[in-house]
């Protein structure tokens, strides 16, 4: 297959995400209401929330490895199979040992379905498509992210908190398995390429090393931190500031429109700024908006400030994917990519305990400084990350070699 000649898997790959996805982003609020609803209190929560994020740390790299040197598709039924049955298992579970088990199975099935998708995105486009691509991936993402937290919360309710958060539980599991029937005509049409082609594993220090890669793993977390402390913190700040929940959730959901709308018109902007200057603008406005919501707003300008920030926000994900991969030496693609996910995960665990402990300290407001301070810093990083990322030493520009760019970016 040459590479951006035929779309018809990105699409079935994006409608794929969404329903994973979407299961996820149902499965996670649902869980924390049933473990609620057989006893947990704030610190089994926790735990639990934990094991999502700090299970997959120790299988990122080794898939990424595996995937570098082989087939990267069938990460992506196995993914939907984990999410299926983590969040099919966790209905079904009754205490909360089993619920942090399977709550870490569909993590690790999240993290198997991302870098399987990720990789097949770097493999098969085009280094000029590769921008747009990965951008129009990652509206999967959005659009779970959009349906996934409303559907939960139109399931669970009522007085019987463990049955209604059981059935979401099984609802987001039946979601995640419609992701199969978008899933069957995707390959990866690079993989014989890619495993006659590679040498000796790239060892990790010098993937972290190749510059670029630091810093689309920076950038990534920070966007991220973001994303989950907003979504975590802002229906406090609601509640200190008498803002309905119901307020808040079309907040939450516009913030995500926003970031919809930010990726369909993706390439529009690249062309106008190039991508380090687009991230660059995008991460100190989304800094100077986010420090703003500690403000004592009303509520349409709260309404204005999240627009702004989901919009600034929908740019750092798919460029930092492209950053990585493009800067990452040849045959460790996939590697530099999982590290990233490795990263976003580091985030998920200490951006939420940091910010605890700020709100503790300074109120429920100061999170957001201090996302604001760690997005200008994400800014700065940007700024200074390279133009024209080179891969592996020799590689000349142009090289195409499975598939993604090791030559000049084309941002222009």
Not at 68 to 88: K, S, T
Not at 102 to 125: E, N, P, T, Y
Not at 134 to 156: D, E, K, M
Not at 188 to 204: C, F, L, M, N
């Amino acid at each position: 297959m040459v590479p951006g000649r035929n779309r018809g898997w990105l699409l079935r790959l994006v409608i794929a995400f969404s329903f994973a996805q979407g299961a996820v982003s149902m499965a996670r609020p649902a869980v924390s209401y049933r473990a609620l609803a057989l006893g947990a209190d704030e610190q089994a929560i926790g735990v639990i929330a934990g094991v999502y994020a700090l299970l997959p740390l120790f299988a990122a790299v080794p898939l990424g490895r595996r995937t570098d040197h082989g087939r990267c598709a069938p990460l992506l039924p196995v993914g939907v199979v984990l999410i299926a049955g983590g969040c099919a298992l966790s209905g079904a579970a009754d205490s909360l040992w089993a619920m942090a088990i399977w709550s870490g199975v569909m993590g690790l099935g999240h993290l198997c379905f991302v870098i399987g998708a990720q990789s097949l995105v770097a493999r098969q486009s085009a280094p000029h498509e590769q921008d747009r691509n990965f951008g129009h991936f990652t509206i999967g993402a959005s659009l779970g992210q959009l349906v996934g937290p409303v559907a939960a919360g139109a399931l669970i309710g009522g007085k019987d908190m463990a049955g209604t958060s059981a059935l979401a539980l099984f609802v987001a599991g039946a979601g995640a398995a419609v992701a199969f029937t978008s899933l069957w005509r995707i390959e990866d049409r690079t993989a014989v390429k890619s495993r006659t082609e590679h040498g000796d594993r790239v060892p990790v220090g010098r993937i972290l090393r190749a510059r670029g890669v630091p810093a689309g793993i920076f950038i990534s977390l920070a966007v991220l931190s973001a994303t989950d402390i907003l979504t975590a913190y802002l229906p406090v700040v609601g509640e200190h500031r008498g803002i309905a929940p119901s307020v808040i959730g079309l907040l939450l959901s516009l913030r995500a429109a926003a970031t919809i709308a930010c990726r369909l018109v993706l390439t529009p902007l690249l062309r106008l700024l190039g991508r380090a200057m687009l991230l660059t603008v995008t991460c100190l406005l989304a800094a100077v908006v986010c420090a703003g919501i500690a403000l004592p707003v009303p509520v349409w300008a709260l309404a204005l400030m999240l627009a702004v920030l989901g919009f600034c926000l929908g740019v750092g994900q798919p460029l930092s994917m492209t950053t990585v991969v493009q800067a990452a030496p040849d045959g460790a693609r996939s590697t530099a990519l999982a590290l990233r996910l490795t990263g976003n995960r580091l985030g998920q665990v200490a951006a939420p305990a940091t910010a605890g402990l700020v709100a503790g300290v300074a109120g429920v407001a100061a999170p957001f400084v201090m996302l604001g301070a760690l997005l200008l810093l994400s800014a700065g990083v940007a700024l200074r990350s390279p133009a024209r990322p080179v891969g592996a030493a020799g590689a000349a520009p142009g090289d195409r070699r499975s598939g993604a760019a090791v030559g000049r970016t084309e941002d222009a």
